[in-house]
């Protein structure tokens, strides 16, 4: 489904108005993607976060995902289920993600997800030129 927001056009099933919770937006690396499979959350959210790390979940598209968020420890990575969602929803390099926090505990972390697939506006891809692009470019 195609839907224009603006002028701009967003080619997904689920784009959702994010609500005054924590967000952070980053376009995958080739990193976070197959056959690595490393995604580390930005500096901005990991504040948001237990320091030790937690259980975490991902939902998206009425479904979710079971994962271990590291902490300080693994440099505010996700390990063990990130693969799992990655390729569950075929993503790719140059696809968009919104990580919205919604549950935040030293026993839970819970985010809920949008999807903006590589061919996203333009408009909303900051400049990456002379970027590491190992690292997830952050859309703020």
Known sequence: MTERIGSIEINNDEVLPISDKPYVGMVLTKSSVKPIYNLYLPKKMSKELPFDGAPAVLSYGGKKWNLIYGGAKTKYKFSTGWKNFADDN????????????????????????????EDFPAELVPDVEGMNTNNPIIID
């Open 90 to 117: 075929n993503l790719k390099e140059g696809d968009g993600l919104v990580f919205e926090l919604s549950e935040c505990n030293s026993d839970k972390i819970e985010f809920k997800i949008q999807i903006l697939r």
